[in-house]
């Protein structure tokens, strides 16, 4: 059985930052694809960033050079650095293991998410 916990959420003032971890279990890890989602209030989760099995690393235009992805294949754990944080950066997080990068469906497990909240 599969089980992805995220873990490292919490709140923060605009510009600060906060580190994300996904630790999973219940599959080879090195061979799936890792990605980060999020949640606003009131809209459609969406793709944040994801760590493919070969290093290929793809990030959503709003996080590009202030979010990184990382993966420790040797902890089963994925990470994500978000740093220069907006309020519009405040969502619930969720990471994601499948084959896929950006689209939602081609992750086939998912974890129960951790919340971010920005303030200005």
């Known amino acids: 059985q599969v089980q992805l916990v995220e873990s490292g959420g919490g709140s923060v003032q605009a510009g600060g930052s906060l580190r994300l971890s996904c630790a999973a279990s219940?599959?080879?890890?090195?061979?799936?694809?890792m990605g980060w989602f999020r949640q606003a209030p009131g809209k459609e989760r969406e793709f944040v960033a994801a760590?493919?099995?070969?290093?290929?690393?793809n990030y959503a235009d709003s996080v590009k050079g202030r979010f990184t992805i990382s993966r420790d294949n040797a902890k089963t754990t994925v990470y994500l650095q978000m740093n220069s944080l907006k309020p519009e950066d405040t969502a619930v997080y969720y990471c994601?293991?499948?084959?896929?990068?950006?689209?939602?469906?081609?992750?086939?497990?998912w974890g129960q998410g951790t919340q971010v909240t920005v303030s200005s």
């Open positions: 994601a293991l499948g084959s896929g990068v950006v689209v939602e469906s081609s992750y086939d497990y």
């Open positions: 219940g599959r080879p890890f090195s061979m799936y694809t």
């Open positions: 760590a493919s099995w070969s290093g290929l690393r």
